[in-house]
């Protein structure tokens, strides 16, 4: 089992629909969770950080942390074209971050 | 902001030859250095952790001798890929965590291509 996995996608939803990716871990021990962007050819860049289980809501993204079931997601309100990118999912283990393999979503006009 | 400067973006260079990448944290002290790898349609995998004055930690699998990881100031750290191959063309991106609650910060990684 993976210690971190998603959905390879593509997702694709239509402009101004909710976009809803998830993630699940393996290490019941992890405390911090992370939701990076990134687009084609570029580095990720940090979207979100949860640490406690419910919501937390940033602008139009929300992230959802479950511990009990090892489950986090994202989900992005108001989906824009250029929302288009792939999702990773990030847990951190000790001081480094281990990646999921990322969901494609693509945001449709 | 944390910034990360990474260069070169990206880079050619031919089969046996060496490249060095570098990364400057630009406006705090970097106390650890990350280095990843990413090959196409794949995530990030992490290839070595290393702390300023230190020797760096390298994940299983990673050639430490082929990939040289240098962090010999608060500020700059190096990746080295020695004798390089095609299968070393990937993007190369490093990451860097400061002495106070900056998080970690992703340089804007390097595509190296080895012909």
């Known amino acids: 089992q993976k210690e971190v996995e998603q959905n390879s996608g593509p997702l694709s939803v239509p402009e101004g629909a909710i976009a809803s990716l998830n993630c699940t871990y393996s290490?019941?021990?992890?405390?911090?969770f992370f939701w990076y962007r990134q687009y084609s050819g570029k580095s990720p860049e940090l979207i979100m950080s949860?640490?406690?289980?419910g919501d937390k809501e940033d602008g139009r993204f929300t992230a959802q942390l479950n511990k009990a079931s090892q489950y986090v997601s994202l989900l992005i309100r108001d989906s824009q074209p250029s929302d288009s990118a792939t999702y990773l999912c990030?847990?951190?283990?000790?001081?480094?971050?281990?990646f999921g393999p990322g969901t494609r979503l693509s945001v449709l006009p | 902001g944390a910034v990360v400067s990474q260069h070169p973006s990206w880079v050619i260079c031919k089969s046996g030859t060496s490249v060095k990448i570098e990364c400057r944290s630009l406006?705090?002290?970097?106390?650890?250095m990350f280095w990843y790898r990413q090959f196409p349609k794949q995530s990030l995998m992490l290839m070595a952790t290393?702390?300023?004055?230190?020797?760096?930690?390298?994940e299983q699998g990673v050639e430490k001798d082929k990939f040289l990881i240098n962090h010999a100031s608060l500020t700059l750290s190096t990746l080295t890929v020695t004798s390089a191959h095609p299968e070393d063309s990937s993007f190369y991106i490093c990451?860097?965590?400061?002495?106070?609650?900056?998080?970690?910060?992703f340089g804007s990684g390097t595509r190296l291509t080895v012909v």
């Open positions: 990451s860097a965590r400061g002495d106070r609650d900056y998080g970690y910060t």
């Open positions: 290490d019941r021990g992890s405390q911090s």
């Open positions: 949860i640490y406690s289980n």
């Open positions: 990030a847990v951190l283990r000790g001081q480094n971050f281990v």
């Open positions: 406006d705090f002290q970097a106390t650890t």
């Open positions: 290393s702390n300023e004055g230190s020797k760096a930690t390298y």
